[in-house]
């Protein structure tokens, strides 16, 4: 079965760090580029950042540009996201998702991890 | 990055046709993907490349595109229908985009 699960989040500071995890099983990870996704409570669906299959294209939204990090261990089955200087508006459920094969679309999403900023 | 714009809900009685439209500068160069969401659970993608359908995506599902606009159709409408739709985009630069999201409430 082709399966994302995500893990890693919690309740963290304003200008704190956390760093999610997302294991992959049931496809071969390394033929695929991955996604974060998040949704605030209540709110819609915003892209995050981008890894293509060998992290050789990287993309961020300009809401995290300069304090997330994506990356990935192919070995591992396993994307990564890091978050520094978190504030507030962070606040989100943060799902990972791979991208269709050549296209665009996110065709498999995992169940979420939920990412509280909060003092 | 650019905005796709989509109405915020659409009502529709069992049986009958719903429609969820998404507007944005570039869709006439880009492909659009549509995804449901129903409370607590994760998206799921219902049509990708503007018309094409994932396998076990019921038929009443369709989708179309004409200029800037996109849209997808929900034909016979159902109950379990009812959930949140989300219209997605990318630009040149490698980013992607979400439309702002629409609520379809089966009376």
């Known amino acids: 079965e082709v399966q994302l699960v995500e893990s890693g989040g919690g309740l963290v500071k304003p200008g704190g760090s956390l760093r999610l995890s997302c294991a992959a099983s049931?496809?071969?990870?390394?033929?695929?580029?991955m996604n974060w996704v998040r949704q605030a409570p209540g709110k819609g669906l915003e892209w995050v950042s981008s890894?293509?299959?060998?992290?050789?294209?990287?993309y961020y939204a300009d809401s995290v540009k300069g304090r997330f990090t994506i990356s990935r261990d192919n070995a591992k089955n396993s994307l990564y996201l890091q978050m520094n200087s978190l504030r507030a508006e962070d606040t989100a459920v943060y799902y990972c998702?791979?991208?269709?094969?050549?296209?665009?679309?996110?065709?498999?999403w995992g169940q979420g991890t939920m990412v509280t900023v909060s003092s | 990055s650019y905005e796709l714009t989509q109405p915020p809900s659409v009502s529709v009685s069992p049986g009958q046709t719903a429609r969820i439209t998404c507007s944005g500068d570039a869709l006439p160069k880009q492909y659009a993907y549509w995804y449901q969401q129903k409370p607590g659970q994760a998206p799921v993608l219902v049509i990708y490349?503007?018309?094409e359908r994932p396998s076990g995506i019921p038929e009443r599902f369709s989708g179309s595109s004409s200029g800037t606009t996109v849209t997808l159709t929900i034909s016979g409408v159902q109950a379990e229908d009812e959930a949140d739709y989300y219209c997605?985009?990318?630009?040149?630069?490698?980013?992607?985009?979400f439309g702002t999201g629409t609520k379809v409430t089966v009376l």
């Open positions: 997605q985009s990318a630009d040149s630069s490698g980013t992607r985009v």
């Open positions: 490349k503007d018309s």
């Open positions: 049931g496809f071969t990870f390394s033929s695929y580029s």
């Open positions: 998702a791979r991208d269709q094969f050549t296209n665009d679309a996110f065709d498999i």
């Open positions: 890894i293509s299959s060998s992290s050789s294209y990287i």
